[in-house]
């Protein structure tokens, strides 16, 4: 869950290392979307895991994660054309499979120098693209490659690679948003080969036990949409169960009005992969342990309620109240919104309203 909350030089902060060990009773904590480079990144103060000082920075988060009693993956992103020249080193073009803009498709800008405390920013339309060339395709696989090893480093047990939402190797991935004509581009295998050389360069640095990999097939999030979501995706877990990784995380539609993901191609999935399922998007208590009871999960993920609760296993169990969330913190700013959400029957560590 993006929360823009990176201090200076997208460093993970103290105050981020208090907001995920407050949540460490997760069976799994998978950090924020975290660039693997300069170029990955689409939104102000995101943490970074590609300089020293980042690496550092989340050795502080995973130290206090580790010390609460929890385990915690990275989630490797690079959002590819969901960008803008200011988040470029060069101040250039963002970088996509193909050179195709998003209509309405926003990143969150600093507003006049501020920075992640005084979290004033604003939602733009994201810059048009330029096309990879494949030179730049293999510097990316090396990026994330580099980035897994680094993110090992800083005391994370494992990885996930964010291949959901519409970024770069989602972009890669769907027919409308790939228009390449040479081996990354047209044919089902050609689509999927880039999602196959991320995984098998972060496998070969890390092992296939710590990676895991994000996938959202029916949102169409950030402008990214297949023509066939269940043969792509099928085959594409297909491919990720040869490579041996731990898991796959489905992001499912979680906004009103969204496609619903058929129970046949949930069955579809478990047939294609024999490592761990985990399903996330608008799950309550009640659809978890149906989800669970069916056989088509293994593991449950919650987003925005574990942002407002973080004590969310406890009050699951108990089937206790749930905090609200507060939708204008959730980007930038300090411990407002942010670490100040109470446990239950504690009182909030700060104004709540």
């Known amino acids: 869950m993006t929360r823009s909350r990176a201090g200076t030089g997208d460093v993970p902060t103290a105050l981020m290392a208090d907001y995920y060990s407050q949540r460490a009773s997760a069976g799994l904590l998978i950090s924020e979307g975290t660039p693997v480079s300069a170029q990955g990144r689409g939104y102000a103060w995101t943490p970074g895991i590609y300089t020293r000082d980042q690496v550092e920075g989340w050795k502080t988060v995973t130290n206090a994660v580790h010390n609460n009693g ?45 920075d992640s405390i005084t979290g004033n920013g604003e939602m733009v339309q994201h810059a048009m693209p330029r096309e990879l060339s494949i030179p730049g395709i293999k510097q990316i696989v090396k990026d994330f490659a580099q980035a897994a090893k680094n993110a090992i480093e800083a005391g994370f047990d494992g990885i996930e690679l964010h291949g959901a939402n519409g970024y770069l190797i989602e972009q890669f991935i769907d027919s409308q948003t790939n228009h390449r004509t040479d081996e990354y581009g047209g044919t089902l295998e050609n689509r999927l080969r880039f999602l196959r050389e991320v995984v098998e360069a972060v496998v070969a640095v890390i092992g296939a036990e710590r990676v895991g990999v994000r996938q959202a097939p029916l949102t169409t999030l950030m402008g990214a949409v297949d023509d066939h979501p269940e043969e792509t995706y099928i085959a594409a877990a297909k491919m990720l169960d040869q490579l041996g990784i731990a898991y796959i995380h489905i992001a499912e539609a979680d906004w009103d009005n969204a496609p619903v993901m058929p129970v046949s191609f949930k069955e579809a999935y478990r047939r294609a992969f024999k490592g761990t399922l985990i399903y996330s ?73």
Do not use: C, M
């Open 70 to 114: 929890g385990r915690i993956f990275a989630q490797l992103w690079h959002v590819g054309r969901v960008s803008h020249p200011v988040f470029q080193d060069d101040h250039g073009s963002p970088v996509a499979p193909s050179a195709i803009l998003a209509e309405g498709v926003k990143v969150f800008l600093a507003k006049d120098n501020s």
């Open 281 to 353: 998007g608008k799950y309550t208590k009640d659809r978890a342990e149906q989800a669970l009871a069916n056989g088509w999960a293994d593991l449950i993920g919650f987003g925005r309620p574990f942002i407002a609760n973080p004590d969310l296993p406890y009050r699951l169990e108990h089937d206790l109240v749930l905090n609200k969330p507060r939708p204008e913190r959730f980007f930038g700013g300090g411990a407002s919104g942010y670490t100040d959400y109470p446990v239950y029957d504690q009182p909030a560590l700060v104004n709540q309203f």
